[in-house]
T-cell receptor, first 115, second 113 residues
């Protein structure tokens, strides 16, 4: 079975500082990894994904994530946080070739960027 | 690209009343469709998924049911709502192949009173 862990319920960061939202995964096989963002009372929006190739993936709104196979991690990063980045962030994993193509989501991390 | 329409955006219903939430998908054929519930703005709970017309898999036994009468339509229903059914309901789809993730609808906020 595949699983995703987001060890921090909440991350607080000052505006202009770098931010990191952590994600680790457990799968058998090579995973597809995703990050989504959710603003209040909205659906989830796709940020970026890792499929294969370069371990550093760049996505929307200046976010990037680094795939680390040895540490089974896929942490989300941004060099300089904005107040508008405050939202709920979800990491997700899928193993290619597995059944119904479901994503398994982490429980989410609330990011608060303090002005 | 895919677009998902969900309605209504908000709904307040009394305990014991019926429920019908609708989700329709544009831009793709034969998508996999999913209903999620999100309580208190946190984790996502998968309720149902469908890989084709009339094919429904239930992940969590409860007071809700789902149907897929058409390829691009997914309906979440209840005959009698409970207080515990309150939450934010999200419809999602993926193409079921390749490296695609999900596309989500904008959600329905259901409050059972």
């Amino acid at each position: 079975a595949q699983s995703v862990a987001q060890p921090e319920d909440q991350v607080n960061v000052a505006e202009g500082n770098p931010l990191t939202v952590k994600c680790t995964y457990s799968v058998s096989g090579n995973p597809y990894l995703f990050w989504y963002v959710q603003y209040p009372n909205r659906g989830l929006q796709f940020l970026l994904k890792y499929i294969t190739g370069d371990n550093l993936v760049k996505g929307s709104y200046g976010f990037e994530a680094e795939f680390n196979k040895s540490q089974t991690s896929f942490h989300l990063k941004k060099p300089s946080a904005l107040v508008s980045d405050s939202a709920l962030y979800f990491c997700a994993v899928r193993v290619p070739g597995a059944g119904s193509y479901q994503l398994t989501f982490g429980k989410g991390t609330k990011l608060s960027v303090i002005p | 690209s895919q677009t998902i329409h969900q309605w209504p955006a908000t709904l307040v219903q009394p305990v014991g009343s019926p429920l019908s939430l609708e989700c329709t998908v544009e831009g793709t054929s034969n998508p996999n469709l999913y209903w999620y519930r999100q309580a208190a703005g946190r984790g996502l709970q998968l309720l149902f998924y469908s890989v084709g017309i009339g094919q429904i898999s239930s992940e969590v036994p409860q007071n809700l049911s789902a149907s897929r009468p058409q390829d691009r339509q997914f309906i979440l229903s209840s005959k009698k709502l409970l207080l515990s059914d309150s939450g934010f309901y999200l419809c999602a789809e993926n193409l079921g192949q390749g490296s695609y993730g999900y596309t989500f609808g904008s959600g329905t906020r259901l409050t059972v009173v």
